[in-house]
């Protein structure tokens, strides 16, 4: 079945489950349509372009999501999109200052490891803690237990690779990148929301997920960062951090789903 064909078979499907919608659960749909304008309306910049990847392309389990996403919105503290690290609560920043800490405590080994597992895979994951469960234990000084810190892991991209311009699905969490190796390159950066933020003017990047973004590496480096996920900072943290938990077992069953372009590194 050649590329075509399945791109033709995929727009035909989705216009029958469409039109079906539309005749038998129009209302259904309607508030699905709202939900979802009014979650991509967050984005600065709205075209044609953003509005088929959300509706029809690889933002669609996001904006099946978004009445949930936009129910978390309501519950959490403003959504600055993009963070500085002084925009979230002083016990935030405290933890993630630990954990960069010890990721530049351990960088050369951590690298060492990584380079020889890497081999010829475009880009890797090495995961320490996948939403509180303990992953690989080889780093003894993150063996410790974190109250907003989630998801700990170290992203890998090999020379000259990218990820496709794509949606994070839900907004219980934040996601924090840190680059351990800044290289003085525009061509090394992440785009969020149409921004590009380049690693060499700042390493540490905060930012919400489920905005269009993409990571992009078009140099002769490999580069290497710190990836992690936290809870929202929220007004009710306690029902976010229950709600994390509760669907951290359905999350570690389809974990491969969000990392299926990524070689997991053990």
Known sequence: ????????????????????????????????????????????????????????????????????????????????????????????????????DRFKDNKDYLIET??????????????????????????????????YIKTIAVSVFNKRQNTKLHFGPLRLTLRVLYNLTPVHDDNVFIEVGGQKHFWHDDPLFIFDDTLLHRSLNDSDNIRYCLFMDIVRPSAFPGLLTFLLKALNMLLQKIKGIFYKNWSVIR
């Not at 129910?71 to 925009?87: A, M």
């Not at 890497?118 to 003894?140: E, V």
Request: proline content about 3%.
């Open 1 to 100: 079945m050649n590329r075509s064909f399945r791109r033709l078979l995929r727009r035909t499907l989705a216009i029958a489950f469409f039109a079906l919608l539309v005749y038998f659960a129009p209302y259904f749909l309607l508030f699905y349509a709202i939900c979802g304008a009014l979650d991509v309306m967050r984005h600065r910049r709205i075209d044609m372009p953003l509005l088929k990847r959300y509706f029809f392309g690889n933002g669609g389990l996001t904006w099946l999501l978004s009445p949930f996403n936009l129910l978390i919105d309501l519950l959490s503290k403003r959504n600055h999109y993009v963070y500085r690290l002084t925009d979230l609560p002083e016990d935030y920043q405290a933890e993630i200052t630990d954990a960069i």
């Open 114 to 147: 990584m380079n020889g597992r890497l081999a010829d895979n475009r880009r890797g994951m090495l995961f320490l803690r996948w939403y509180d469960r303990k992953m690989d234990q080889s780093i003894l000084e993150f063996d410790r237990d974190y109250k």
